[in-house]
């Protein structure tokens, strides 16, 4: 009887581990899959990365930082390409912070301490970069980029580390636009972290300093904050088919779940090494049910499967 009792409390505790119920009113169950990566410098290896984007057929992209590369990586893991390395020149980086490879055609990286937005080819051929220092109008330069997003016009939105705001580049990737700074009232920037961009041209902008994501119009008209009570230091963002918000936070080692009108409705994640536990989120991205989570600190990428009211 005694052994019944304990294989029976094991099973639960395994069933409690690979698969749970979010924190939240509505019903999301979350099953954590597995993880792409560990820690190192051979391919497929991470070092400290702090971004992860998706195409539309399930390629990864990993902004592999410590390394200073970008890798390419098949569903399962399987590395397809890779460029990078230490330096200022082509096909070389200095701290990758962002990689941004949405649209299927194009991955854009911000290239931090180079001050520079590298574009890519989808098998990770260069093709050009850019820079935009103060010979123009000041407001118009580029410091460090810290994320970067494209719309579905092919606007190309960054934002900026060191002057605390966004910056919109034109299809040319020419600069027409910044929003954000410290003029800019209620919806001014402290310390933006990551940007991203709706299929209805909504811009949602993570802010570790405010403690919140502040949203914007297509235009950088501010709107509104979203999780000033429940965030503390929101990272990565990721928006499904019905407009729910999912916020990576760094501090809490969770990530919370808003609605289409900025209302928390789940949260689930803890802190550790295991399998559906996180050490330093640093982004996510979203491709179908699956929730791709690029941990820093931990040197890996993790995939968790969503079951909203027990489906996909």
Excluded at 26 to 36: Q, T, W
Excluded at 42 to 59: E, K, L, T
Aim: hydrophobic share 40%; glycine share 10%.
């Amino acid at each position: 009887m005694k052994f019944i009792k304990q294989l029976f409390s094991i099973t639960l505790l395994l069933l409690a581990f690979f698969s749970w119920r979010a924190q939240g009113q509505d019903s999301l169950l979350i099953r954590p899959l597995f993880v792409l990566g560990k820690p190192g410098a051979d391919a497929g290896q991470f070092n400290a990365p702090q971004a992860v984007s998706v195409d539309p057929n399930g390629h990864i992209y990993v902004a592999d930082t410590g390394n200073n590369r970008i890798q390419k990586l098949d569903a399962n893991g399987k590395v397809l390409a890779m460029t990078g390395g230490f330096g200022w020149g082509q096909d070389q980086f200095q701290r990758p912070v962002d990689v941004c490879a949405e649209n299927g055609l194009d991955v854009f990286v911000a290239d931090y301490q180079n001050r520079r937005i590298v574009r890519l080819d989808k098998d990770l051929h260069w093709i050009d970069a850019y820079q935009f220092r103060s010979e123009g109008e000041e407001k118009l330069t580029l410091g460090f980029p810290q994320s970067l997003a494209i719309s579905i016009h092919g606007d190309l939105y960054i934002a900026d580390a060191e002057n605390y705001r966004v910056l919109k580049l034109n299809t040319r990737r020419v600069p027409e636009l910044q929003f954000g700074d410290f003029d800019w009232g209620e919806g001014n920037l402290l310390d933006p972290q990551k940007i991203l961009i709706t299929t209805n041209d909504r811009i949602y902008i993570s802010d570790r300093q405010r403690a919140a994501v502040l949203l914007y119009d297509y235009f950088g008209n501010y709107l509104y904050e979203i999780g000033d009570i429940t965030l503390k230091m929101p990272t990565g963002l990721a928006v499904d088919a019905l407009g729910r918000l999912y916020a990576g936070d760094e501090a809490l080692q969770t990530i919370s779940v808003f609605d289409n009108q900025g209302r928390p409705v789940a949260r689930f994640g803890s802190p550790g090494d295991k399998l559906g536990a996180f050490a330093g989120i640093s982004d996510v991205a979203l491709h179908r049910d699956l929730l791709y989570i690029c941990e820093a600190d931990n040197h890996r990428i993790q995939v968790l499967q969503l079951l909203w009211g027990g489906k996909p």
